[in-house]
């Protein structure tokens, strides 16, 4: 099994939910069955191929916080060919549906879990660093999932500034595991499977950030459409119905329900 993991975060703003705040981090991982790879991979590379071939951009990765906003390589992009992108990903995600894994974490969650920074110092993570500390209970998450596979693991975490392409990860972690481990830091231009797990990420967090947004445009509730479609294959994401008119009270209401299934506190 092949595992990409990415991160996403908020930008800085108001707190408008009591349960979502502006400083939240959020680390997301995609599980990949090994006989898939090589044939992702190689579709992405053609894929980034012929945009370049249409476009003229000089793009050498998918990177979707800049194709959503038309910023840096795709800031050249015309008309809306950045939202059929983004169909095109999610039509993909789709036909595979992916295992997804997501941990977020921010103040709210050092105050529920007590005594969670002193016990998370591994890895070379700093569990007083919020993205650090989301990524540490990431790879908490994924060992305890896969504790009875009997599968190689290799495991590809998108490098950050202090942690360059090649840095190892999980050696601690996984130091008793029964099958052979790979875990690495990599560059999301080279590792396709990154570039996925960037589009799950931005996805996660794009979503939530318009289930904040007041008013929302037409191009908002596409977005929050496609989203849904996709249906993704998470246990951290729980379904309800509603409509496109929903509102931050009725958006923090499902968290408090959440919280109150599995005994949290308000």
Known sequence: MHIAIDDTHSSNGPDLSDYVTSRRRTCVAVLFDDSEVEHIRA?????LAEIR????????EFHFAEIYNKRGAWKGLQDDLNLKIFSCFAYLYQC??????????DERTIKDLKGLQRKLNFEGLNPYNLGDLSLALLALRIRARLKNSTEPLTIIVDET?????????GKELFRDWATPINGYYASSRTEE?????????FCINRTTHLSMKTPRTDIDNWFLGLATKMRINSNELIATST???FTVKEFDEWHRQYRRRWGIPD
Do not use: C, E, H, M
């Open 53 to 60: 071939n249409i476009t003229q951009a000089r793009v050498d």
């Open 161 to 169: 500034p202090l942690r360059k392409p090649g840095s190892p990860f």
């Open 243 to 245: 409509d496109l008119s």
């Open 193 to 201: 499977l990154l570039q996925i797990a960037d589009f799950l990420a």
């Open 43 to 47: 579709q992405l590379r053609a894929g």
């Open 96 to 105: 595979y549906r992916w295992p997804v894994i997501i941990q977020t974490v």
